[in-house]
């Protein structure tokens, strides 16, 4: 493989491109017109624009971007991770038209991405899975029925559903008869899918997930877990490996369950399978995501390996860079900071020009992948992430040192970030300690 379309924007783009280019691998990046500006777009060998600025009539032009990297040459197209990502018919269109999808094969995107299919998939496989439906609610009388011989508080969810969006918690029936149709239109819009189901919410629960990787040859390990917890509007803003207050046993567990989930599907090339663990260490999958993670560095970080590496040689056809589970070992603590233009009590998005962006720092152990450069604009079409902040420590507790100093450093101006949540959710007793669930951030708002 030597060259590469980069079907996505921001610092995902710039991140692919960065390992390509180590790798001698060429990149062409597709922009839409109020990305052109970005550094993803000139760091590129190539870069073309493909529409307006509304992902519709741009980087979800799949056929479009399809047709550029037939016309450039391209071996295959790396999807990022949202957009394109996850959709089944342009994954099965670019393996049609002889190109390299950079990830899993369409059927196992299509399994995956069906979340009440993924859910009979795992109980078969014995992975436990939340308490909840097995088929879809079709009315709201049915979803009052099962809600009811769940128990609230239950979270009523899109099937084609992820990354957050079309989930909602209901604490009552009240709730559920108000949300019902809003969450299946919502589904409808922007899954193009309103089948809905119902899962019991776990409460004091820590979200963890696992890092897998699978090839052609069979062969599947895993990279350790992931803690992201720390989330507001159920999307991650703080990810850490390990997961702090988590027992070996509990770990071994999650470990074995990813590996079984992987192997029901035959899975290959990067994905991550997502669990809920309740305050008696109980662990239920959520969902897996057939793709690379936003927060895959923290995993880059304690292992020492190049994920985006690891996707292109699986791609290849080649086995896993590492196929003995013994042989990855984990080193030190890692914490990611997703810093984004919003009000950092409301978390509203704040579009606006960076007047100022300074994120170096002269701390070791410090990444930043970025998507801005200064006087960039973060406009209101995609979702605000300027950058990701890495920190590596030896431990936790250094790991959480050395962040403090870095966010105390850090400059951005022209528009709100969330730089500030940083600090206070850094200087929580339950963030210190290890053991804050997914009602962090929703405690700390309510002081």
Known sequence: MKKILIANRGEIASRIIHTCKRLGIETIAVHSEADEHMPFVTEADAAFLIGPPP??????????????????????????????????????????????????????????????????????????????????????????????????????????????????????????????????????????????????????????????????????????????????????????????????????????????????????????VEFIVDENDEIYFLEMNTRLQVEHPVTEEVTGYDLVEWQIEVARGNELPVKNQDDIQLNGHALEFRVYAEDPKTFMPSPGTITKLKLQSDIDGIRIDNGYAENGKVTPFYDPLISKVIVHGNTRDEAIEKSKRFFEQVEIEGLKTNISLFTEVLNEESFKDGTYTTAILTDWSKK
């Open 55 to 272: 992902v519709q009539q741009s980087y979800l032009k799949g056929e479009e971007i399809l047709e550029i990297a037939l016309r450039e040459g391209a071996d295959g197209i790396h999807p990022g991770y949202g957009l394109l990502s996850e959709n089944a018919e342009f994954a099965s269109r670019v393996s049609e038209a002889g190109l390299k999808f950079i990830g899993p094969d369409a059927l196992t995107i299509t399994e995956m991405g069906d979340k009440v299919g993924s859910r009979s998939t795992m109980k078969a496989a014995s992975v436990p899975v939340v308490p909840g439906t097995d088929d879809g609610v079709e009315s709201l009388e049915d979803a009052i029925r099962v809600a009811k011989t769940i128990g609230y508080p239950i979270m009523l969810k899109a099937s084609a559903g992820g990354g957050g969006v079309g989930m909602v918690r209901c604490e009552s029936e009240q709730a559920l008869s108000q949300q019902f149709d809003s969450v299946k239109s919502r589904a409808k819009m922007y899954f193009g899918n309103d089948l809905v189901f119902i899962e019991k919410y776990i409460t004091n629960a820590r979200h963890i997930e696992v890092q897998i990787f699978g090839d052609d040859a069979g062969n599947i390990v895993h990279l350790f877990e992931r803690n992201c917890s720390v989330q507001r509007r159920n999307q991650k803003v703080i990810e850490e490996s390990p997961s702090p207050n988590l027992s070996a046993e509990t770990k071994n567990r999650l470990y074995q369950a990813a590996i079984d989930a992987a192997k029901a599907v035959n899975y290959k090339n990067a994905g991550t």
